[in-house]
């Protein structure tokens, strides 16, 4: 894996913890990296002020980082106001996806991003469940206009009734991804992390044998398949463990580390 020069990296469940948190071991493994001239990337599913507050927390202030599951890629620099800049963003016309699971399911919490502030929202979601704002506005208004990231949420469901009903309703023209909770993931068709990231490897001039994944959840699904080496958590389902080159440790055993070492050998 030496010859590894772009790594992608999730971030929930692969390097901070359930409870927000990033070892010293994920901090010194990723700073190593980065001393020794690897591109990191993180690739996620939160929003991008969300991101890049975790990619500064690391100590990344230069490169990219991919956010909304590949909608919303963005370009660290410190000397932005926010420290980035967005370099692209793909939307898409939530109103079909969205009507149709308010009729499956019309007690859901509907949220669609607002990039760089929050979300606008039908309803507050559950504390800590969304970062940045939530601004409430009615389901008309929420359909109403282009969007990068769409989430949608059944506080009182499961993550297989998600499944049922995305497979009853059908979902044309989105990606989707199911999280661990009773949580959908709505992105413009054909967007993924992993598409996101071969426009980052092209922009970074990086052959495609030299890439490196970390995840572990449905939306890493395309980036573990994306990536030269595809390694799923330990504590993945068997969905994202099969999509996987190969399976590391769980995010308790601080999974990620020993991988991330691995390149620098």
């Not at 894996?1 to 990723?30: F, Q």
Request: contains cysteine.
């Amino acid at each position: 894996m030496s010859r590894t020069r772009l790594v992608a990296l999730d971030v929930d469940g692969t390097l901070m913890s359930y409870d927000g948190v990033l070892s010293a071991g994920v901090r010194a493994a990723v700073a190593d990296l980065v001393a020794a001239g690897v591109h990191v990337v993180l690739a996620t599913g939160r929003s991008t002020h969300s991101a890049v507050e975790v990619a500064q927390d690391l100590g990344l202030h230069e490169g990219w980082v991919v956010a909304s599951n590949g909608a919303v890629t963005a370009r660290l620099d410190p000397a932005a106001p926010d420290g980035y800049t967005v370099a692209r963003a793909v939307t898409f016309d939530p109103a079909p996806a969205l009507r149709a699971i308010a009729l499956e399911i019309p007690d859901a919490l509907f949220a669609v991003e607002d990039l760089g502030v929050g979300f606008r929202v039908s309803r507050p979601f559950p504390p800590g469940e969304l970062t940045g704002e939530q601004r409430i506005e009615t389901f008309e208004e929420l359909v109403g206009a282009p969007a990068t990231r769409v989430i949608i949420r059944n506080p009182g469901g499961t993550p297989e009734e998600f499944h049922e009903i995305v497979e009853r309703v059908g979902l044309h023209q989105v990606s989707y991804a199911v999280g661990w909770s009773a949580w959908l993931d709505l992105t413009p068709g054909g967007v993924s992390k992993g598409s996101a990231l071969e426009e980052v490897r092209r922009d970074l001039a990086v052959e495609p044998f030299a890439t490196l994944a970390i995840g572990d959840g449905e939306n890493d699904l395309e980036m573990l398949r994306w990536a030269a080496c595809g390694v799923a958590m330990g504590h993945a389902r068997e969905v994202v463990r099969l999509a996987a080159d190969e399976v590391t440790g769980t995010i308790d055993d601080d999974g990620a580390v020993p991988v991330l070492r691995r390149v620098l050998v």
